[in-house]
């Protein structure tokens, strides 16, 4: 794409212009909540009244959030890539403003996605930004980088902080690939999961490890470290 460095600067200031929006909306719904419950004040500076404007003003803060994640997923869901399998991409190209777009959406989320996860809300939100959630699926972390590239089978958990990325920069181009785990699968905390990787049914991948790009952790293992690798026989036969 000519010109790409320039669309870039000019798409910055369009993305910042756009928190705006994607901030502010829900600010109107959360001003009415506001305005709503302190009318049955008495509008004085009595100590009952502040502290309903207080409680009003922690609903309306609520409201807001919520409204937030209903638009950005909703943005999400109409501008999101949808293909199976993989995606390589010029960096200058509409693929990567598309997902550039997205990213910079949900990060929109995250301040307030924290304090809902895990949560009803929050499996809502990514099912609406796009990710693919089985059944009593509990999602602890709001770095689900790329919400329309993950598959989450049934019953899997999702560790606190967990990082999953579906996509990387290789040779000058974007690659955007799924990341798939199986049913009873658990994905522990403060992990790393690359592009394409792979977690079998009832499988597990140990706390802070890093499951790199395209790696496969089959049915039923365990894997640990950096990078993640299964644990040995040996190992698994001392612990039982």
């Known amino acids: 794409m000519r010109g790409f460095p320039q669309i ?3 798409l910055s200031v369009v993305l910042i212009l756009m928190m705006g929006v994607v901030w502010g909306l829900p600010l109107a719904p959360a001003i009415y909540v506001f305005e709503w419950l302190t009318s049955f004040g008495p509008g004085d500076k009595s100590w009952p009244n502040l502290l309903l404007i207080g409680f009003s003003a922690s609903i309306a803060l609520l409201t807001w959030g919520l409204f937030l994640l209903l638009l950005s ?3 999400q869901f109409l501008i999101r890539l949808r293909f199976e399998g993989r995606i390589v991409a010029p ?8 997902w550039a777009i997205c990213g910079q959406l949900h990060r929109s989320t995250q301040p307030f996605l924290a304090h809902v996860v895990p949560s009803f809300f929050a499996n809502a939100y990514y099912r609406l930004a796009g990710c693919k959630i089985g059944k009593n699926v509990n999602i602890n972390s709001v770095k689900i980088n790329d919400p329309s590239l993950v598959v ?11 990082t999953l990325n579906g996509h990387l920069v ?3 181009k974007i690659v955007l690939e799924k990341i798939v785990v199986g049913k009873n699968a658990t ?11 792979r977690i079998g049914e009832n499988s597990i991948l140990g706390n802070r490890a890093l499951l790199a790009k395209r790696k496969v952790i089959p049915d039923g293992e365990v894997w640990v470290g950096i990078p993640a690798r299964p644990i040995s026989s040996s190992y698994s036969e001392s612990s039982k």
């Open 73 to 75: 997923g909703s943005l």
């Open 91 to 98: 960096l200058g190209s509409m693929v990567t403003i598309r």
């Open 170 to 172: 290789e040779g000058g």
């Open 187 to 197: 994905v522990g905390g403060a992990t790393m999961v690359g592009p394409g990787a």
């Open 8 to 10: 870039q600067a000019f």
């Open 152 to 162: 989450l089978g049934d019953n899997v958990v999702v560790g606190g902080g967990a």
